[in-house]
Structures are given as C-alpha cells and as structure tokens.
T-cell receptor, first 111, second 112 residues
C-alpha cells in the first residue's frame, strides 16, 4: 500500500534558525514527489516536484531533496512569513495522476 | 478568474439533506479531484476525473457522487448528508500525469 509519513508533526523555530522537515514514503514505483504549502483557511499551494533520487529544487529559503525512501524540505534562515503547514505527496506510477498526501508538518517561526 | 473557484465557501447543513459542492476551473486542465481534509487524517481523495466524461473512486467515496459533463466543472454531491461528512472539501485540477495540482480555496461543511 502506498503511504506517506511526515515528521515532525509540528516544529517551532526562531527566526533565522535553519531546520529540515522529513517526508518518508512507500510507493510501488515513484512517478513524482510533491511539496505544498498550506496557510490557515486556504487551499494547498504548490511548491516543488521531484522525480528521481538525487534531484534538488530550490525556491527562496526552501530547498527540497529526494532519495529513494524519503524527501527533505530544508528551510534556511526562516522568517515568520514561512509559518504554515507543509504537505508532502507522492504520485505512483500505477496511479492515474492521484496524489497520496502525508498529514503535514505545521511550522511556526517566531520573530 | 484564474484558477479554481469553489462554492459555497462554507455551509451548515441538516443531516439527511442533499447538497452539491460546486467546482469550476478556467485552466482547461484535463484532470480534476475532490479531497476532504480532516484534523489528524490529512487530505483524502474522494473522487477524481482524468478527463471530461470519466470519473473514478478515490480512498473515501461512500456517500458522495460526482459528474464531469465538461472540462471546466466537477460538482460533488452528498445525497443524504451525515455528521461524519463534516469536513473541509477541496477541489483540485491538474494538466495531467507528472504535474502538481492547483487547489481551490475550499468549502467548510458542517452537518448537524
């Protein structure tokens, strides 16, 4: 069964304190791994897609990496506006485009 | 508009009533999806459509139905609402395989 597990569930950082969020996955052939950001009361917003082990993507203070079993979202020198819930999802080769989501990591960055 | 529009934004519904959640996209995406999001359970797929005229069941389809008469619209119907269907419902669309989704802003539904 395809499965996604994110850790930690919640993370509190001081502004400027770098850290990483983890996304572990089990899938019958990975088509792609997706990261989303979700603000309270809003729909998820697409951040990155990673397709193969070793691939990296960057956007401002965020960097996503991928191995055969997990993905990391590295946050460098975060700011309070980076506070949000970060969702990871996988798309299997066997699926017709469906994404399977983890439960998310809620990040709070304090000034 | 650009993106996905969901309506209503919130609704309180009496148990046993029928309700249709509306979803319209203007990006000409082939695929559309309905998810529900519950605290502690994350986003779970209800139904999906890979192209107009076709639909499929997701992880939690019971009590819900969908139709895809054209590319732009993908309504979700609760035939007879129950309190366990209290949730936030998100519609999403995608150009196709390998692409991420664009999500709507959600419908917060409370069944009492």
């Amino acid at each position: 069964e395809d499965q996604v597990t994110q850790s930690p569930e919640a993370l509190r950082l001081q502004e400027g304190e770098s850290s990483s969020l983890n996304c572990s996955y089990t899938v019958s052939g990975l088509r792609g791994l997706f990261w989303y950001r979700q603000d309270p009361g809003k729909g998820p917003e697409f951040l990155f897609t990673l397709y193969s082990a070793g691939e990296e993507k960057e956007k401002e203070r965020l960097k996503a990496t991928l191995t055969k079993k997990e993905s990391f979202l590295h946050i460098t020198a975060p700011k309070p506006e980076d506070s949000a819930t970060y969702l990871c999802a996988v798309q299997a080769l066997s699926n017709t485009g469906k994404l399977i989501f983890g439960q998310g990591t809620t990040l709070q960055v304090k000034p | 508009i650009a993106g996905i529009t969901q309506a209503p934004t919130s609704q309180i519904l009496a148990a046993g009533r029928r309700m249709t959640l509306r979803c319209t996209q203007d990006m000409r995406h082939n695929a559309m999806y309905w998810y529900r999001q519950d605290l502690g359970l994350g986003l779970r797929l209800i139904h999906y459509s890979n192209t107009a005229g076709t639909t499929g069941k997701g992880e939690v389809p019971d009590g819900y139905s969908v139709s895809r008469a054209n590319t732009d619209d993908f309504p979700l119907t609760l035939a007879s609402a129950v309190p366990s269907q209290t949730s936030v419902y998100f519609c999403a669309s995608s150009p196709g395989l390998n692409y991420g989704y664009t999500f709507g802003s959600g419908t917060r539904l409370t069944v009492v």
